[in-house]
């Protein structure tokens, strides 16, 4: 079944989801989170650090510069940036304390600080024009992707940029049927493996219907644009289904 217009996307997806984003995902991140990368790995087939690379390769990044990580989960992209540029100033938010605990204690064992806020990301709570880089990973089909991206672009520095990575929908039918068939099997066989509690396997169907009411990688470049951002690229792997877009806070004239 073809998702909706992108027009009435984001409508679609509240209506779908709204009663899981607010009632049950709190349970699947506190399930998930002692083994969440681990469970990320399995599922990658082995290549999940290869992925971070790749999104990390794409961070342009200065010394002492400010970047949030939205839905910043184990704080992966945090300490990936740390190892590269010891001198940023990183701040991590989430709305799962489970998951930020796994995030702050993986931080302190590597001897990096990462400054933690527990909240909801659709209503950040930073200043106007705050951050210099501001990443998102994984996460953003959990989430009311306009509004989320607006608050982004409104903490961004004007010239600031954003990065992005997810799991997307393929454009080609083919591709989407046999990653969705993979997925199916994927997750129940990774749930195993790590032992997975009941509101993991209970989202099982979920996270599948999520991906088959996401965006492609062209269409979610043309909701940035839509938005504001401008310098919106993006690089895909496996015939889209999954994406690193980069895209920028317009420089003040």
Request: net charge positive; charged share 20%; glycine share 8%.
């Amino acid at each position: 079944m073809a998702p909706p217009p992108m027009a009435s996307r984001e409508a679609v997806r509240e209506q779908r989801f709204s009663n899981v984003w607010s009632n049950d995902l709190n349970d699947v991140f506190a399930d998930v989170a002692p083994y969440y990368d681990r469970a990320n790995n399995i599922a990658a087939l082995g290549m999940f650090g290869r992925f971070l690379r790749r999104f990390m390769q794409l961070v342009d990044l200065k010394p002492k510069q400010k970047v949030l990580d939205v839905c910043a989960g184990t704080n992966a992209i945090g300490i990936a940036l740390l190892k590269r540029e010891p001198t940023l100033d990183v701040h991590a938010m989430d709305r799962s304390v489970a998951m930020q605990t796994v995030g702050q204690q993986r931080a302190t064992a590597q001897g990096f600080k990462i400054k933690s806020t527990i909240g909801d990301v659709h209503k950040l709570p930073f200043p106007d024009n705050h951050f210099d880089v501001v990443t998102l990973q994984f996460a953003s089909r959990h989430l009311r992707v306009r509004e989320v991206f607006t608050e982004i672009l409104r903490v961004l520095k004007p010239g600031g940029h954003f990065h992005h990575s997810d799991m997307l929908r393929p454009r080609n039918i083919i591709v989407k049927k046999l990653y969705h068939t993979y997925l199916r099997g994927c997750l129940g066989l990774t749930g195993l493996i790590v032992g997975s509690g009941p509101a993991a396997f209970k989202a099982k169907q979920y996270f599948l219907d999520a991906l088959e009411l996401f965006y492609t990688a062209e269409e979610l470049s043309i909701l940035l644009g839509e938005l504001g951002y401008v310098e919106v690229t993006v690089d895909t792997v496996f015939y889209g289904m999954l994406g690193f877009h980069r895209a920028a806070k317009p420089a003040k004239s």
